[in-house]
């Protein structure tokens, strides 16, 4: 088992990243991400979302921190988002996100992401293969929030 925070705490840990920037009729910072790697060090980044493409999601950015420190195997990863009503949300990656996470290493496909996200267990369960074919349907872009479940019943 890794050591690192239980998934409550993760979440949290994630909550406390957001950090909303309104820049024209986008919101960078409205969705932020942590992972842990097995020795229990913690990474957290928030998503940026241009008008250009040129943006990325959270769990892009907590990779790219965990790769500037020299480390490349995710344990256990969460993304989040708060509404407007303070509700907080735990997103599952996207499909984008989830060959990402494999690209950086094959071993991430069992990355483990807290309950009650609409697809909780490992990554592998639905990353597309190396050959690009998914194995399950894909979700939705992080930023879609058809995709969503609460993180809880109260808001945090």
Not at 55 to 61: K, S, V
Not at 130 to 143: A, L, M, V
Request: net charge neutral.
């Amino acid at each position: 088992m890794a050591k690192g925070p239980s998934d409550a705490e993760l979440v949290d840990l994630a909550a406390g990243l957001l950090n909303p920037h309104p820049v024209g009729d986008r919101l960078f910072g409205d969705v932020a991400s942590v992972l842990v790697m097995e020795a229990g060090n913690q990474f957290g980044g928030v998503c940026i979302d241009t008008p250009s493409s040129t943006g990325f999601c959270a769990e892009h950015a907590v990779i790219a921190a965990m790769m500037t420190a020299g480390e490349y195997r995710i344990s256990r990863i969460v993304a989040v988002w708060r509404d407007e009503g303070g509700t907080l949300y735990v997103l599952p990656p996207c499909g984008r996100c989830r060959e990402f996470i494999q690209q950086i290493d094959a071993s991430n496909l069992d990355a483990q992401s807290p309950p009650r996200t609409r697809q909780s267990g490992c990554a592998s369960r639905a990353c597309p293969t190396p050959s690009g074919r998914s194995r399950t349907r894909t979700h939705p872009p992080c930023h879609s929030l058809r995709a969503v479940v609460p993180a809880q019943t109260r808001p945090l």
